[in-house]
């Protein structure tokens, strides 16, 4: 994929901070700057599975539609992909595992990738290490307001038979509901949320419990994530495995929208669709778009398969 274009155009209280999405190393050192890092507290609690974690709905050209049945019937078929899941598979490790083969798109990495090659090491960082990132962490005290959201990453090894990631590092970041980012926005400098990091369980897979991301000026909503090999090597030159971002579904985001507080989001989702996406488009982010269940009302899941 092309990498992301410069600051997009719009009125300035709609756009992100030109340095939004440069990756952790940066962030981490802004995060210094501002005398919010301590001593690493250990790792986050464990992640826990969805329903799905694949693209639904119609399948794109040349290729198969995503059904559970249709996994379940691969996985039948083959008994070595069950064999390569934990002793006890989740269904949603089953189907990833049935539906394993193309890798995820990898999008932009940002010059500083925080593995502390040239710059802070992420282990470094008090309280980075969470499931919830919904608040600030650190000296930084803000929450993040919103309709729950809570997301899901399957990480599998393409090139060792599709076996879950156990033990790699994610971290995940996205915007608020005013489309803003912490620690870039002007109203945010001080406040670091929305944020985290986490190693994969033994099915390759880590949850984080956050908000329903905005939309803001040229974007489709989305969240940033960086795969790292393992946390204790997260920091080493050379081992980021991936870096992408999933893509929200749009009835998701028109059923959040429509609620108290993602008003300026409406507006912007008119202006972007998928295809036209400066991120997503050349493909219509099929590969990216996460599986999403629930309502505004009680909050959603969203989950995402990520072959590396």
Known sequence: MTSLPPHESGPEEQRPHPNHDRGLEFDLSTMLSRRSLGLFLGAGGAAA???????????????PASSAAAASATASASPSAATRASATP?????????ECGVEIPQETAGPFPGDGSNGPNVLEASGVVRRDITSSFGSASATAEGVPLTFTLTLLDNANGCTPLAGAAVYA????????????????????YLRGVQEADSNGQ????????????????HIHFEVFESMNNATAAGQVLAVSQIALTQAACDDVYATAGYERSVTNMLRTTLQSDNVFGDDGGIYQLATMAGSAAAGYTAGLNVTI
């Open 49 to 63: 599975a969805l329903a799905a974690c694949t693209p639904g709905g119609s399948s794109p050209a040349g290729r």
């Open 90 to 98: 989740s269904p949603t490790l089953t189907r990833a595992i049935a």
């Open 173 to 192: 970041w996205h915007c608020d509901r005013d489309g803003k980012y912490s620690l870039y926005d002007s109203s945010l400098t001080n406040q670091n």
């Open 206 to 221: 880590v949850t984080f419990t956050s908000i329903f991301p905005g939309a803001y000026s040229g974007r489709w909503p």
